[in-house]
C-alpha cells in the first residue's frame, strides 16, 4: 500500500511540478545565482512548484451509457416474464398484465423506438423502476395476500388491488411512450423548420 502510494505521488502533477521548479533551482545554483544557500533554494522552489500545481483529477466511474442499461434490462424483462408464466392470475388481472407487459416488450424492442428511449434517461429508469421493482412487487403481493384471503374471507379481494395497480403502471409506459412520440415529432417539426429556412435563404 505504502509502494503504491510513492508510486502515485512519483508521478503526480504535483510532483512533475516541483522537480520542474527544482531544476530550476539547480540551473541557479550552477549558474552562482543561489550561492551558498542553494539547498534552500532548490527545496523551496520545488515545494512551491508542488503548492502551485493543480490536484489530481480522479477518474470519472465507468458507468454503463443507456444502451447497454437497456441490454441489461431486456434480459431482466425476460427473466420477469418467466416468473410471471408461473404465477396463477384471474382472467381480468392477466389481460391487463398482458396488455402492460405487451407495450413494456414495444417499448424494449431493439431498433429505433429503444435508440429513441436510450436518449431518456428518466424514461430509462421508469421502465427499469416498473421492471426490476413494480411489477415484481405487485404480483408477489397479491399473491400473498390471496392466500392469507382464502384464510379470513369477507376483505375487498386482492385481485381489486392488483389490476388497479396494473393500470396504474400502463398509464405510466403509455405516458412514457406519448413522450418519445412527441420527441420524435419535435425532431421532424425541426427538420422541415430547417429545410424551409434554408430553402428561403436560397438566391
Same mark, same amino acid.
Given at each position: 500500500m505504502a509502494t503504491s502510494k510513492a508510486l502515485t505521488y512519483l508521478e503526480s502533477r504535483k510532483n512533475l511540478t516541483g522537480c520542474a521548479c527544482g531544476l530550476l533551482g539547480l540551473v =541557479?545554483?550552477?549558474t552562482g545565482v543561489a550561492g551558498p544557500y542553494w539547498p534552500v533554494v532548490v527545496a523551496g522552489l520545488y515545494g512551491a512548484g508542488a503548492l502551485i500545481a493543480p490536484p489530481e483529477r480522479p477518474a470519472l466511474p465507468d458507468f454503463p451509457d443507456p444502451s447497454a442499461q437497456l441490454?441489461? =434490462?431486456r434480459g431482466d424483462f425476460e427473466r420477469l416474464g418467466t416468473y410471471l408464466t408461473d404465477v396463477e392470475l384471474p382472467p381480468a388481472v392477466s389481460g391487463r398484465l398482458?396488455?402492460?407487459?405487451d407495450l413494456l416488450a414495444a417499448l424494449l424492442e431493439p431498433g429505433w423506438v429503444a #435508440?429513441?428511449?436510450a436518449q431518456?434517461? #428518466?424514461g430509462v429508469h421508469a421502465l427499469s423502476r416498473a421492471v426490476?421493482?413494480?411489477i415484481p412487487e405487485a404480483v408477489d403481493t397479491f399473491v400473498r395476500t390471496r392466500w392469507w384471503h382464502r384464510m379470513t374471507p369477507g376483505q375487498e379481494p386482492p385481485e381489486r388491488h392488483l389490476e388497479r395497480q396494473l393500470a396504474l403502471l400502463h398509464e405510466e409506459a403509455e405516458r412514457l411512450a406519448t413522450d418519445l412520440r412527441e420527441t420524435e415529432a419535435r425532431r421532424q417539426?425541426?427538420?422541415t423548420r430547417y429545410l424551409e429556412d434554408r430553402s428561403e435563404q436560397r438566391p
Open positions: =541557479l545554483t550552477f441490454g441489461e =434490462l398482458t396488455e402492460l407487459t #435508440e429513441v428511449l431518456d434517461p #428518466e426490476r421493482q413494480d417539426e425541426s427538420h
